[in-house]
C-alpha cells in the first residue's frame, strides 16, 4: 500500500482540523510498520482515513494506492467489497464494538456471510472456530455473549473477527492499550504469528514505543497530522535524526529510570498549528528559520526521511539558532 499526500480535515464550529496534514507512507507485503506520537497527533484519524472509514464531516483527498486502486476515489460500496477479505481493521475499545446482544458466534457468522456469502454454516463454524482457536479461545465459549469475556479475550475476539477473512493488510490502533502486560504480549506474539503464517501487512498504531521495538520492521513518528520522521525501528531507536522522536524516546519509562522526563508544552491545535516547523514552540533545537520557515523533507541514510532543518537542505539554514530565553518568548507569545 502506497499512501501519497493523504489529508484529513475535520469541519467544526470553530474552524477546520487538519488531522491529518499531506502524509505519505508505504507498507509492503508482510511488513509490520509502527506509527507512534502523542495522543492527539491524527495517528487514529490517518488509519481510518486509509480504510475511508471517517466519520460525517470529515474530508479527505490524496492517494491511497493499494494493488494500483485509490482508494480515496473509490464508492463507499467498492470498498466495503474490499474491507475484511483485504484490509482489517482491530479497533481500540474492544467492548464498544462487539454487539452485548449477541452471541460471539453470530458476530462470526455476520462476518463471513457478508464478505463469503457461498459459505455453509459447517464452514462458517469451521472457519470461526479455527481462529477463535489461534487466538486461545477455546470452543467452549463460542455461544458466550462478550460480556461474559475478560477485556482480554474480547480484544483477542476482536483480532479474530479481523482474521476470519485473511486480510492482506490490517490497521491496529492501539490493540493493547488498557490489557495487562501478559495480555499484550500474548496479542504481540499472536501478531506475529500471522505475519509469519499468511504474510499479513500491518500498521501498528500506538504511543507505546516499546512494542513498536519489539514488533515492528520499521516506524514513522507523528507529529500535529505530519510524519516527522520515518526508517527502520533499529535506525531510528538508535539515532533519532528528529528531536521529537529524540524528546519521545527519552520521555519512555524504562527499569533504569530514576528521573522522569516529559516533552514540555502540548500537542498543538490542529485548527491553527503553529507556523514554520509545528514542533517548534516545543524543541530544545529550535532555530529562527523554524518559527518562519515550514521544514522541507529531507532522505537521510538508507530508507530514513526526516521533517527538520537541523538536516538540511544545505544551505537553507542560517546560523542564528535561538538562546534558550528566545525560546521561552517565543513560547509564550504563541500561547498568548
Ligand atoms: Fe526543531 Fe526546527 Fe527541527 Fe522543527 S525544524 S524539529 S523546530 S530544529
Redesign the pocket.
Known sequence: MSVRALRVYYGTLRGTVRAVDGVSLDIGAGEVLGLVGESGCGKSTLGRGILGLLPEGAASDGEVLYNGQNLVTMSDKELRGLRGPELGLIFQEPMTRLNPLMRIEEHFAETLKQHEPSLDNREVRRRSLETLGRMGIPPTRFRQYPHEFSGGMRQRIMIALALVLRPKLLIADEPTTSLDVIVEAQILRILADLREDFGTALLLITHNLGIVAEACDRVAVMYAGQI?EEGSARQVFSEPA???TRELLRSTISLDTTKLHSIPGAPPNLIAPPS?????PR?????H???TKA?IEQALDGSRRV?????GPAGEVPDDGWSQLERQQIAVAEEA
Open positions: 516527522v528528529h528531536p521529537y514554520g516547523c509545528r514542533f517548534h524543541c530544545p533545537d529550535a532555530m528559520v523554524c518559527v521544514p521533517l527538520c532543518w537541523l538536516h
